[in-house]
């Protein structure tokens, strides 16, 4: 079974432009969640959505948005970015909306310059 | 505030010695502990869970962690180590009062050598 996969693994914008990035979760998993991950640095929690619905949010800037397809698939979109925004941002989805151990994907390297 | 602690920022060790990284937080609430692994250029490996029971878990390559709810502690171990389990490790804990989120250390890398 594939795992969590995440698209595109790269990319570089420019600041102040706007990124989509995109994750399909297991096949049957209904939460998925966003983190971003600074170079140095733990993952930090961004986003849950579980059926299709945010259940928490972390301390990001209203820059930062998400939501969730019938499919359960996910978009993480940012708006205006900031050379600060470059980071790993980890995808991760869960059969529930509680965390018993989530799956991560390989994650999408985001660099603004 | 809720907080993962992650002392030592890097661990370096001679292959087959024994290791410790080790993982403290902040409140002794109802939680779930995580160790999670990631290699160079990829996404984070779940290495072994805490949720219930036994307060000694493992993995199946070697790892253990032992939950001690007076120290809220979660440190991990393995007896010998190996080149390849150079990576970085990650605790991680979800307090149930926020149950949807993991609030992740800083990170240990470990750097095993020859």
């Known amino acids: 079974d594939a795992g969590v996969t995440q698209s595109p693994t790269h990319l570089i914008k420019t600041r102040g432009q706007h990124v989509t990035l995109r994750c399909s979760p297991i096949?049957?998993?209904?939460?998925v969640s966003w983190y971003q991950q600074v170079l140095g640095q733990g993952p930090q929690f961004i986003f849950q959505?579980?059926?299709?619905?945010?259940?928490g949010r972390g301390n990001f800037p209203d820059r930062f948005s998400a939501r969730q397809f019938p499919n359960y698939s996910s978009e993480l979109n940012v708006n205006a970015l900031l050379l600060g925004d470059s980071a790993l941002y980890l995808c991760?989805?869960?059969?529930?909306?509680?965390?018993?151990?989530?799956?991560f994907g390989s994650g999408t390297r985001l660099t603004v310059v | 505030a809720q907080s993962v602690t992650q002392l030592d920022s890097q661990v370096p060790v001679f292959e087959e010695a024994p290791v410790e990284l080790r993982c403290n937080y902040s409140?002794?609430?109802?939680?779930?502990l995580f160790w999670y692994v990631q290699y160079p250029n990829q996404g984070l490996q779940l290495l072994l869970k805490?949720?219930?029971?036994?307060?000694l878990v493992e993995s199946i390559n070697g790892f253990e962690a032992e939950f001690n709810k007076s120290q809220t502690s979660f440190h991990l171990r393995k007896p010998s180590v190996h080149i390849s389990d150079t990576a970085e490790y990650f605790c991680?804990?979800?307090?149930?009062?926020?149950?949807?989120?993991?609030?992740f250390g800083s990170g240990t890398r470990l750097l095993v050598r020859p």
């Open positions: 991760a989805s869960s059969l529930l909306d509680k965390n018993y151990g989530y799956t």
């Open positions: 096949s049957g998993h209904k939460s």
């Open positions: 959505y579980y059926e299709k619905e945010e259940r």
């Open positions: 409140s002794s609430v109802s939680v779930y």
């Open positions: 805490y949720l219930s029971g036994s307060t």
């Open positions: 991680a804990v979800t307090w149930m009062d926020s149950s949807y989120k993991l609030i």
